[in-house]
């Protein structure tokens, strides 16, 4: 029974680790699982450990799923020439929600940064250029977040691609400084049909 503050501590440590939650906010929620340990915890540590086995990134997207090529890359029907480049898969799953884009995605991994040494190496930007050729894209939509970073990423982009495709990026709806996650479906559904030249 000794061991059992140390365990609680460890889980509250690793909970704190997560985007959103401090110590004090970790420690209430792995109480709260604790007392609703049927409700909660046990389906919750199940569920961890199924996605733990199985959720695996898209080799050609970057998205998260349970295959090697995810629902959206191998839909025949999303193939239309549309590439939608988001910087993480919270960015796609928001464009997801909105249900109008019909194309397909493409997630950086990131934006590029000189001061945390982030360059177009440590990002997908490589492989976003080999998938316009091969996939014979048209159109790529530069879905990034308006933030210094996103913006330098998305100029970088349009720079080394503008020449093979049109670039676009979203329009009206998307203020400065806002992260697409964070958005409502309509302002990003404006967004999105209201893309310009890049």
Not at 149 to 155: I, K
């Amino acid at each position: 029974m000794t061991d059992a503050p140390k365990d609680i501590d460890a889980l509250i440590e690793v909970m704190a680790r997560l985007p959103g939650l401090g110590p004090r906010s970790a420690r209430r929620a792995v109480l709260h699982m604790i007392k609703k340990r049927t409700l909660l915890l046990t389906p919750l540590a199940d569920l961890m450990h199924k996605v733990a086995a199985t959720a695996r990134e898209c080799l050609n997207c970057g998205n998260i799923g349970t295959r090697d090529i995810c629902e959206i890359c191998s839909a025949e029907k999303r193939a239309n020439g549309e590439l939608c480049v988001v910087e993480d898969v919270a960015d796609l799953w928001a464009m997801e929600r909105g249900g109008v884009f019909k194309g397909r995605y493409h997630v950086l991994g990131g934006t590029l940064s000189a001061l945390d040494a982030v360059g177009p190496e440590e990002l997908r930007i490589p492989k976003l250029i080999d998938r316009i050729a091969a996939e014979g894209i048209t159109e790529v939509i530069l879905a990034l977040n308006a933030t210094i970073d996103g913006q330098t990423t998305a100029h970088y982009i349009a720079d080394q691609i503008g020449q093979t495709v049109t670039v676009t990026s979203l329009a009206q709806g998307v203020p400065i400084g806002g992260e697409l996650d964070y958005l409502d479906d309509g302002t990003i559904t404006a967004a999105l049909r209201a893309r310009k030249s890049f």
